[in-house]
């Protein structure tokens, strides 16, 4: 079946622009989760979404980033007034249990 | 707080070779371990988990990883590498605290295996 799908799978904005990256998760797993992967900081978590549960949000690093999931499915991680230091690959994952399947990632380029 | 540690950033080695990466992870209670692989241009995905158990849990690929409770530890094995292994491979452990899940992945391992 269909994995999990992020767009857009390149972006470069300029600094102080407001990005909107989209996650389709694989159909039916309840778990979301976003990561941020920069070069030699391996994954850092920013937030996860579980079934109808507040999410979890004690990695994003600053009130700049938010993410929201409708219906349980497709989810979007908005980051305003980016910043240079925002320039990373943004990586969505879900599950149905504990094994995550993640997308290919969008990268985000500030300049 | 939840940690992971991989203490090796970058590894080389010709093919043939035996490979063991570290993983160390810091948390009191009850945790499900994973190794997951990223090839190069590729998605990363699971290579191994540990849940219950035999603590010696074989993956994709002739990978092994043994959990090790006293030591905290989950390092990942193969006895003879090939440069199709060549990868950043991530520890990560999963642990459960008042009906949230909390994740933590390692810095990841650059494996750069030499034909």
């Known amino acids: 079946g269909a994995g999990v799908s992020q767009s857009p799978s390149n972006k470069v904005t300029e600094k102080g622009k407001d990005v909107e990256l989209r996650c389709d998760p694989i159909s039916g797993h309840t778990a979301l989760y976003w990561y941020r992967q920069s070069l030699g900081q391996g994954l850092e978590f920013l937030i996860y979404?579980?079934?109808?549960?507040?999410?979890?949000k004690s990695g994003l690093p600053s009130d700049r980033f938010s993410a929201e999931r409708t219906g349980g499915s497709v989810s979007t991680l908005t980051i305003q007034r980016t910043q240079q230091e925002d320039s990373a690959v943004y990586l969505c994952a879900s599950s149905l249990l504990d094994t995550q399947y993640f997308g290919p990632g969008t990268r985000l380029t500030v300049l | 707080a939840q940690s992971v540690s991989q203490h090796n950033h970058h590894v080389i080695l010709s093919e043939a070779a035996s490979l063991e990466l570290g993983c160390n992870y810091s948390y009191g209670g009850t945790v499900n371990l994973f190794w997951y692989v990223q090839y190069p241009g590729q998605h990363l995905q699971l290579l191994l988990k540990?849940?219950?158990?035999?603590?010696l849990v074989k993956g994709i690929k002739g990978f092994e990883a043994e959990f090790i409770k006293s030591k905290f530890s989950f390092n990942l094995r193969k006895p003879s590498v090939q440069w199709s292994d060549t990868a950043e491979y991530f520890c990560a452990v999963n642990s459960y605290s008042g009906g949230y899940q909390k994740v933590t992945f390692g810095t990841g391992t650059k494996l750069q295996v030499i034909p």
């Open positions: 540990y849940f219950s158990g035999d603590p």
């Open positions: 979404f579980q079934g109808n549960s507040a999410p979890d």
